[in-house]
């Protein structure tokens, strides 16, 4: 009873109803055109200009199923109501030729069968009701339906509950039958093809590269103003109480690192969150570099071969995010150690090359470190160029080369 009229049955009736009431526009122009052959016969005046019209009423809908929209409606539709699993069904309109195939089939099959389904749930309870209460009043028996046939006879009026019933559990049964073959067919007809499995991988890898450049982005900003911030607390705490202007300068430098910091921080948030208002992110380029070393606490010398403002935006940017990190690893690595940085702009290329002494004090680096080398690797070789990092000749040596094109 509970396959005949659970939730589940009553939802997929509801469902071949809907399909029932999306039949109509096309029977009524099936029975225009039958009509139009039969001298202006109506369909609904005798079962096979009805039957002619349904079968009509079919190809126009299934035109109407090649519509790309369709699809997502009719999904929605599966979903709500006859219980598949979600993630065997397509989403997106349908693009390619056999997915716009597959659901004009299924609406055609919906509206097809939700048609016949409908005929029968308005033809069948008002007559189930009049046998199953045919015994109980005499006053029936002079009906049409009772002047001939079986009910005319006693054994017929007896019976005539019991074929009632059997009629209402016929239908119920006819309704989830027909309910559970289109939730059978809805993942053949509505799933997703080989081209939307296509599509759903690649958008889910551009969004993996987008991720992947946040995290750069946030290791590289925060973890360079960390180690910044770091190493200027602690040379502050050392000189307290002997040169009060220098820990002044060490706290206003603090203060400028961290609301930059936070700055960045929010812009990375912000695509993090899908703001609209967010734009992109607000990173800085080579223009800005002259300000980063002066926050770092370092003592830097610094070169540079060449304009900037030649360098492309997208070149320049990841340029700065290179040499901001190699900064932190001096930090980390190399104490307060004097940093030497060259940056050189010529034949096409953008070559940068840092150098910083290797401190016996510097912290031991942590387990699971060297995920900002990683990611200047990473910069470099998406820009078309390399890097390399490594001890050399008593320094840690950090150098990149990219084309100015990036790689295009």
């Known amino acids: 009873m509970r396959a005949l009229f659970g939730v589940r049955a009553r939802h997929r009736w509801v469902h071949l109803v809907l399909g029932g009431a999306l039949l109509m526009p096309y029977f009524l122009v099936g029975s225009v055109i039958v009509g139009s052959f039969t001298h202006g016969t109506s369909a609904f005046a005798s079962f ?42 397509a989403d997106g309109p349908a693009r ?13 099959l919906h509206v097809a069968t939700g048609g016949i389904l409908s005929g029968m749930s308005l033809a069948l309870p008002p007559f189930t009701v009049f046998l199953i209460v045919f015994p109980l009043l005499p006053d029936l028996r002079g009906t049409p339906y009772s002047t001939s046939g079986p009910l005319t ?5 007896a019976l005539a509950p019991v074929a ?5 559990l016929g239908l119920a049964a006819c309704s989830a039958a027909a309910g559970a073959l289109l939730a059978r067919l809805a993942p053949v007809l509505l799933g997703p093809t080989p081209a939307d499995r296509l599509a759903v991988a690649e958008q889910r890898a551009a ?31 050392r000189v307290l109480d002997s040169d009060p202007g220098f820990v002044r300068d060490a706290l206003a430098a603090i203060e400028e690192t961290t609301r930059r910091t936070v700055d960045e921080l929010d812009s990375v948030l912000g695509v993090l969150r899908q703001d609209d208002d967010a734009g992109d992110l607000a990173t800085p380029d080579l223009a800005a570099l002259a300000g980063l070393l002066s926050r770092t606490g370092l003592e ?20 700065y995010r290179i040499v901001q990190e190699g900064l932190s690893n001096a930090l980390r690595h190399g104490g307060s150690s004097p940093v030497t940085l060259h940056v050189a702009i010529r034949g096409g290329e953008l070559e940068m090359v840092m150098e910083n002494p290797l401190s016996d004090t510097a912290p031991v680096v942590r387990p699971g470190g060297g995920r900002g080398l990683r990611g200047i690797a990473e910069r470099a070789r998406l820009l078309g160029g390399r890097a390399e990092s490594g001890p050399q000749d008593g320094v840690w040596r950090l150098s990149a080369r990219f084309p100015l094109d990036g790689g295009r």
């Open 48 to 89: 096979p200009l009805a039957l002619a019209s349904f079968a009509v009423a079919l190809p126009f809908a299934a035109v109407s199923g090649l519509v790309p929209i369709a699809r997502p409606l009719l999904v929605f539709g599966v979903r709500a109501l006859c219980e598949v699993d979600p993630a065997a069904l």
């Open 164 to 168: 009632g019933i059997a009629m209402l």
């Open 300 to 319: 830097v010398a610094y070169t540079l071969e060449g304009d900037p403002a030649a360098v492309p935006g997208l070149v320049s940017r990841e340029a």
């Open 207 to 237: 969004e993996l590269a987008v991720r992947n450049r946040l995290a750069r982005e946030l290791h590289d900003s925060i973890g360079h103003a960390l180690s910044a911030v770091t190493l200027q607390a602690s040379a502050a705490r």
């Open 96 to 108: 390619s030729r056999d997915a716009r195939l597959r659901a004009a089939t299924w609406y055609t």
């Open 153 to 157: 006879t006693g054994w017929g009026t």
